[in-house]
């Protein structure tokens, strides 16, 4: 037994990966999606899946795709890019899935991105936020150092130097114009999400209109996110007219923010910007709440502020903190808020923007198949691009605009917690309530 | 050491199989698989010169890999140049920074010299994170790929890993062989016979270095998307390196080879179930416990992978290169007590 | 001056907390010679069960002490006597296969949480969470406070242990010369194993100490054993005065930096002054003192 035994596992190991994926002919139509399902994102990553999953039995239950099921072949990506990669390639050559959809961070996202447009593959992004992805200069060379230098001109004073920096970039970006060329055949990556600069647009007429700081301080974790949303940020406020006395980026795993905090007290800025995810939300409301930082308002971009935990954590912290998002169920678009409820009823657990965003994908996904003349990527690609519905994430359409191709426009609100719950409270045609400002931050406190 | 005939011919029918497979597998994604098991076959043997065979165990030799791969990306994003270049000057950078890293680490012994090299590595992570005018921080940097198909990838790769292991075993056979294992064995009965200890050091160091950062360069040019958290990583670079050189075999010329073949593959069968063997077998069979334990499989896939490398420590500490007649045995493909 | 005291302030008390956590991994590296990578996992443990009793039974953590301490402390000897002494008589070629078998328990350890509690952040949010007292403008966190004076207590149990009962005099004898303590009739693998424990539940009360103040994920565990090895070597291998020391230096470094330098560096300076001490001060603070 045991010598060929050996040989044998040896022989099933190496053709280990041409194991069938269970499929045979006259199958559903296979789509592939890629989340984080462990490591540390899986949090977001089950509530994508498990969103996914609902819009899917919706679909088949009215009859997917011209009479045939839609199948899901769920995809780990680890939150590692490399890993992001290889379930990419699995799904696109393995699993022959007809179109993938998912991607949760920007750096995995990314890496995905690379994959399909080498192979002219359409992907359906619905959380990945950096802004490069959907815009085909990033994917070629003389596209992203023509950035580079025009970043360089506008920053240079000297007229000589700035002039040949100017030469430099116009010749860059032609070339870049010409490669852009060579990518955009292949270029099938379609976004749902805003990027991550737009998701300050709701907060940015808020602060124009209403608060109108003077000056701000601007804390944010260093992840790509992080970062992107931050950049984006001191642009707005800049173009405002605020002056940004604290600019800080800090570690995901920071325990204590006194320091930082302490130094913005002493500041004493009109409002105190955040970019965090949901714990050092928490942390960053309590620990003001204890230093008794008061400026006239704390507003927060990123997922951390908007979620249950984050008012359970920070509990008398959060009340009446301004955060920027992208989607609330009490939005009136149709199916929003019943997407909420069935949510909660099926799995026991909220659901908040991510869920949204997974939700519509799989109803963009589904409505592109079902208009495509065939199952082919191009014929898919094509369908996704001319894309025009309603969902409960909003309206969605692919278009180009600036440096973006194939993004879809989506809002940005503001909300604020006002006696433990969030509401929507800018722009002023769809806010449920007035917002509350001036805050009295100690009598919140008490 | 083996005899002429018999090492040697294994040694080349394993490279010409190596080489043939891509045109007989028309599958990208078992060839992506393969790349990444050869660019652990260069990382491994690298680390295997230094630890295996000279004793520094050093655990920061992602700091090597992550500034081939930087190198590379930088030299696009910055002056425009093919990435490929990369593979020269990330060799180059790699080695650079292995000076001072030597000079800092190699007065410190054991654990002490361990610890150097991980918060060296740790230092480099956050330098890369931090100097966003330079690096573009954690947006990483992105870069369109040379090739469509995967071929040309897989060849380079395999390119690089077997010179690697030529390279590495043209030193060992050298007088530097002899100074590295007596440096290993008691490093200051070496110093007091007269070897410069702290030159060999520096010159394992240096052609570790070189082989790491030249597969990061690889990496970079391969998959088009790098940031400091991936190619700076601690668990995933350095800690990887030290398990594909542990559990293929330390001070063994072929032991990381091996090791990085079995790391890639286990990884992966763990992530995806059985490469989706168990699921087809439960669709097959019909049997609902083969669902259930393929989704258990996925979910708890790190878990098992961590509990295969404690128990590949616990009883196969030379590797399976290291310990083969031990495996032997216990497959029972041999009996208990014969030699080699 | 406000921000200085404040800085001041919450150097010091997260310098508390750190030192409980340090003076665990000084104490097994001293008496064992290997460095413990899964330390910050064994915290995470600590934190999971005082999660857990405060979630469905309502314990507060100061209280679940009583559980999460001995239980780290039998993880501890465990790990130690089925897992890492068997590879101190294994003839590798390396003796680094110890620290490599940390490396795998602190996987597995993080693993198994990850797949009984999901990666979901956890919090535990009691009554005092955020209290806080002030003295004049500078604020002190309740949490915090009680902690830095647990720490001191513990530590204060600890130097009673080494000092006064025969065991601890056995641990020391071990520490400074394992050979000799042998000769003298120690049974040094005892030894190293209950003084695994002893180090790992150490930090299993550091764990607890910290989580009504912090959150919890299964990959927390990391971040806290690069801290744990830097008080470690700004100590001195072996000295719990020296991880004291080496706790309060490095909190206070961390924050003196995230006020003046700016939060981003808060790491690297935590890691430059443990290079600094590796090249300049090799043995740490210990050499300045006695213990």
Sequence with gaps: ????????????????????????????VKVGVVLPLTGTEANFGEIEKLSFELALEEINAKGGV??????????????????????????????GVAIVGGGYSSSVTAAMAGVAVNNAFPLVINTGSADNITEPWSYTVSGQMATKKKKAMTEETDAVKKEALKKESDELTAKAEQEAATIMPRYAIFRINPPASEYAGGVESLLSDVIKPKTAALLHENSAFGTSSATDVEKRLAKLGIKILIKESYDKASIDFKPVLSKIKAANPDIVYMVSYVNDAALLMNQSMELRLNPKMFIGGGAGFTMPEFQKNAGKASEKVLSATLWYQTLKYPGAKEYYDRFLKKYNRDTEYHGAEAYS????????????????????TKALSETDMMTV?????????????????????????????????WPKKYATRDIVFPVDWVKERQ | MTTMGKGTIAQISALAALAVIPLAVHNDYYLHLMILALMWVVIGSAWNLLAGYTGQVSFGDAAFFGTGAYTAGLLVIHWGWSAWWGLLFGGIMAVAIAFPFGWICFRLRGAYFALATLALNEVLRHVATIWESFTQGMVGVMIMQTYISKLPYYYIALALAASSIIIIRLVLRSRLGYYFLSIREDQDAAESLGVNTHFYKMVSLAVAAWLTGVAGALYMNYMGFIDPHVVFSLHDISIMAILVGIVGGVGTTYGPAVGAFIMVLMQEM?????????????????????ISASEQLTKGHALGFGILVVLVIRYMPNGVVGDWGKLMTALRLRKAGTTK | MDLFLQTLVSGLLKGGLYAVIGIGMTLIMGVMGIINLAHGQMMMVSMYITYSLFAYAGVDPYVSLIVSVPAIFALGLFIQQRLLNPLMRADTILPENQVLMTVGVGMVLTETMRF????DYKSVRTAYSSSTFFLGNISFSVPLTIDFLIAILLTAALFMFLIKTDLGRSVRA????????????????????????????????????????????????????RKAFVICILGGLGSAVGAIFGGVTLGLAEAFGATYAGMEFEDIIGLTIFLLVLLFLPGGFKRLTKV
């Design chain 1, 1 to 28: 037994m045991n010598k060929t035994a050996a040989i044998l596992s040896l022989a099933l190991f190496f053709a280990a990966p041409f194991a069938p994926s269970g499929a045979s002919a006259g199958e559903p």
């Design chain 1, 66 to 95: 011209k009479g045939s099921p839609i199948s899901i072949i769920f995809e780990d990506d680890g939150s590692k890019p490399d890993v992001g990669r290889s379930a990419i390639e699995k799904l696109i050559r393995q699993d």
């Design chain 1, 361 to 380: 994908a799989m109803y963009v996904i589904a409505d592109a198949l079902k208009r495509a003349k065939s199952l082919s990527k191009e014929d898919i």
């Design chain 1, 393 to 425: 994430f909003g309206q969605v359409k692919f278009v180009a605009y600036g440096k973006k191709a194939n993004q879809n426009k989506g809002e940005a609100y503001v909300v604020q917690w006002i006696k433990g719950e969030l509401e929507i409270v």
């Design chain 2, 270 to 290: 763990f992530r995806t179930a059985g490469f989706g063997y168990i699921k087809a077998a439960a669709k097959f069979t019909d049997v609902p416990f083969l």
């Design chain 3, 116 to 119: 009984i509690f999901t990666s």
């Design chain 3, 174 to 225: 071990t520490a400074q010369d394992k050979e000799a303590a042998v000769l003298m009739g120690v049974d040094s693998e005892r030894i190293t194993y209950i003084t695994f424990g002893i180090g790992s539940a150490l930090v299993a009360a550091a764990g607890t100490l910290l989580i009504p103040v912090f959150y919890l994920y299964p990959d927390i565990g990391g971040p806290f054993t």
